[in-house]
């Protein structure tokens, strides 16, 4: 039968070298690795071969990816590989395009510092990477890249006001030759042209940006982060266009990217491009005491960035109430389940004692699932030595007031 015939065929193209991998977000079969952690407990090890395909790109991608190029029916035209009927003229241009060959047609100009989305990255990023390949075509021709590449970009976001939480319209300057990201509040430029005090400078050098789109509460929110006088310094901000959006995010990475090449020269592009921008290890709520241990524990919200672990009294406060080091075991900083067992006044049931050179900190979480969670960030973090910078970071934190 044609159709049969079709179907192996088709097959035959799929067991071709990177066709066993979705073609926009690397999701593969048979790995643990690309996992949620959730499934990881779980011990099941599911198979997630691209069962989709675009018949109009030649590409084959996961279920994930498919749903996204429904959005852009004027260039790519999905269909299940096995769910579905092909016939000969689809399976040809299977044959005759494939994720490989694919990639290497849109994907010959894509700048090193240019965010490349996983399965697991928020919509937003998945949507616009295949945007930028096949509808804009963003990675043949490096003058559309330019929003991003220019060194410069200006224009506005919605910026969380940091008392009464409204999000308001603000003009942002990104200057790499100043080496800062600056905002601006916008009747200073409407009507007082001479007031362009920035409201805030925030150096490339501290600079982090990550898609947060839970936490704010919209697709499209980013959490920028900066220190000033060592401190965490968060502002959150959307735009209403995505493609702005993720432009304005690759900017921000360029720019880190250009700072780290003049800081590290002789640097490899591998060993910059994880420094660009990186999303927190863990982010939840515990239960907090002071350094007395007995004052009662509080709610906090706590951000583990890297080696810094903040606790914010709302989410989306624009700074930690305060922040906490967190070195390596070599340098006697350990994670322990539970709590010491004359800790009173806690009421989430599921404690973690972290200690320190200085002290112990004693958190509680509301779950088991959270606790696990939150001592596997700890551990991770703990077992791995210190970089020679990061003896600097963990003396700041000893000589704050
Ligand atoms: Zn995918």
Not at 128 to 151: L, T, V
Not at 230 to 251: G, L, P
Not at 284 to 310: A, I, Q, S, V, Y
Request: with cysteine; glycine share 6%; charged share 30%.
């Amino acid at each position: 039968m044609e159709s049969e015939r079709n179907k192996r065929l088709l097959q035959d193209v799929l067991a071709r070298p990177g066709n066993d991998v979705c073609a926009d977000c690397g999701n593969a079969g048979l790995s643990s690795d690309f996992l949620e952690p959730e499934q990881e407990t779980l011990g099941q090890w599911e198979i997630r071969e691209p069962d989709w395909a675009s018949v109009t790109l030649g590409v084959f991608v996961c279920q994930g990816c498919s749903l996204l190029h429904r959005g852009i029916p004027h260039i790519s035209r999905v269909k299940s590989v096995q769910q579905e009927t092909w016939d000969a003229s689809e399976v040809e241009l299977m044959a005759a395009m494939g994720n490989e060959p694919a990639k290497a047609k849109y994907e010959q100009k894509v700048p090193a510092f240019y965010y490349r989305p996983k399965h697991t990255d928020c919509k937003l990023l998945r949507e616009q990477w295949i945007r930028a390949r096949y509808e804009r075509n963003e990675f043949e021709f490096i003058e559309k890249q330019e929003p991003y590449s220019a060194g410069y970009r200006e224009g506005f976001l919605w910026k969380r006001g940091r008392d009464n939480g409204q999000f308001l319209s603000r003009k942002f300057i990104l200057s790499e030759r100043e080496g800062a990201l600056k905002y601006f509040n916008k009747q200073d430029f409407v009507y007082l042209p001479q007031a362009r005090d920035p409201k805030a400078v925030m150096k490339i050098e501290t600079l982090n940006a990550t898609f947060q789109p839970a936490k704010i509460g919209n697709p499209y929110g980013l959490q920028i982060t900066y220190l000033r006088d060592n401190s965490t310094r968060n502002i959150f901000v959307y735009h209403s266009d995505s493609k702005e959006m993720v432009d304005w995010f690759n900017a921000i990475r360029a720019a880190r990217f250009h700072y780290l090449q003049v800081a590290f020269p002789g640097a490899s592009d591998e060993e910059l491009v994880p420094k660009l921008t990186r999303s927190f290890m863990k982010e939840g709520f515990m239960e907090k005491t002071g350094p007395k241990h007995t004052e009662g524990f509080k709610k906090r919200w706590f951000t583990m960035d890297d080696r810094r672990l903040m606790y914010f009294k709302d989410p989306l406060d624009a700074y930690a109430r305060g922040e906490v080091f967190i070195g390596s075991k070599e340098n006697s900083y350990t994670v322990l389940p539970g709590l010491p067992t004359s800790t009173q006044g806690y009421h989430w049931n599921h404690g973690i004692t972290i200690v320190t050179p200085d002290r112990k900190f004693l958190f509680a979480c509301e779950t088991e699932a959270e606790q696990r969670d939150w001592i596997a960030a700890f551990q991770r973090v703990i077992n791995r030595p210190m970089r020679p910078q990061e003896y600097a970071v963990e003396a700041h934190f000893k000589h704050k007031p």
